[in-house]
C-alpha cells in the first residue's frame, strides 16, 4: 500500500494567513492526489483533485501543488469556514489511501 | 445534483454482519464508480471497496476477506456488507462517488455519513 503522510497533524492559524499543509507519499504517485476538506460531524468535501485542479464553485484561496511524492495545500488568505480537518488521498492504485488529516484550529 | 444516502443498522453486534445501503438520486448509478470510506472516531480516513455497476468489486486488502459489496443498477443502490464484526469496525460508513476527469477519480459526492456501533 501507498502510505500518506500529512504535515503537521495541527496547527493554529488567525484569519487572513496564509497556510500551508505537506502531504507526502511513500512513493511515487505522478499528480494522483486529491484534497478534501471535512468539517465536524459531516461528510469530507473535495477541494482539488490531480494534485491542483480546483474543484468547480469552490474559492480561489484554495491551490494546491506538487508531483511525484510531495504535494502541498495553501490557502492564500485563511477565512473562518476554512477551519477544519484537511484530508490527502492518493487516487494511483488501489487502495486509496488518506493521509492522517490536519487540523487548522484558530489561534 | 447527485445525492448519496446510507441506510442501516447503527447497532450490530460482535461476529455478525454490517450490512448498509447506499441510495444515489439526482443521476444514474451505471456510469461510476462508486466507493465505501469509513472513519472511526477521531481518526482518519479508510477506504474500504469500490465497484462499477457493470464490473468486479475491488476491495481494501485490510479488509478483503470480510467484506462484499454488491449493487442494484433497478433501485439505483449499492450495498456493504463486512462479516465477523469486531469492536474495530465501529466508525462512521460513508458511500461516495468517484468522480471522473480523464484519468482521475476523486470522490466527488459523499453521502453524510452512518454511524455503526459493534456492540452487544
Known amino acids: 500500500d501507498i502510505q500518506m503522510t500529512q504535515s503537521p497533524s495541527s496547527l493554529s492559524a488567525s484569519v487572513g494567513d496564509r497556510v500551508t499543509i505537506t502531504c507526502r507519499a511513500s512513493?511515487?504517485?505522478?499528480?494522483?492526489l486529491n484534497w478534501y476538506q471535512q468539517k465536524p460531524g459531516k461528510a469530507p468535501k473535495l477541494l482539488i483533485y490531480a494534485a491542483s485542479s480546483l474543484q468547480s464553485g469552490l474559492p480561489s484561496r484554495f491551490s494546491g501543488s506538487g508531483s511525484g511524492t510531495d504535494f502541498t495545500l495553501t490557502i492564500s488568505s485563511l477565512r473562518p469556514e476554512d477551519f477544519a480537518t484537511y484530508h490527502c488521498q492518493q487516487s494511483y492504485t488501489t487502495p486509496w489511501t488518506f493521509g492522517q488529516g490536519t487540523k487548522v484550529e484558530i489561534k | 445534483q447527485v445525492h448519496l444516502q446510507e441506510s442501516g443498522p447503527g447497532l450490530v453486534k460482535p461476529s455478525e454482519t454490517l450490512s448498509l445501503t447506499c441510495t444515489v438520486s439526482?443521476?444514474?448509478?451505471?456510469?461510476?464508480?462508486w466507493s465505501w470510506v469509513r472513519q472511526p472516531a477521531g481518526k482518519g480516513l479508510e477506504w474500504i471497496g469500490r465497484?462499477?455497476?457493470?464490473?468486479?468489486?475491488t476491495y481494501n486488502p485490510s479488509l478483503k476477506s470480510r467484506v462484499t459489496m454488491s449493487v442494484d443498477t433497478s433501485k439505483n443502490q449499492f450495498s456493504l456488507k463486512v462479516s465477523s464484526v469486531t469492536a474495530a469496525d465501529t466508525a462512521v460508513y460513508y458511500c461516495?462517488?468517484?468522480?471522473?476527469?480523464?484519468?482521475?477519480?476523486?470522490?466527488?459526492?459523499w453521502g453524510q455519513g452512518t454511524l455503526v456501533t459493534v456492540s452487544s
Open positions: 465497484l462499477y455497476p457493470s464490473g468486479s468489486p
Open positions: 461516495a462517488r468517484e468522480g471522473r476527469s480523464g484519468s482521475y477519480y476523486p470522490f466527488d459526492y
Open positions: 439526482g443521476g444514474s448509478i451505471s456510469s461510476y464508480y
Open positions: 512513493r511515487s504517485i505522478s499528480n494522483y
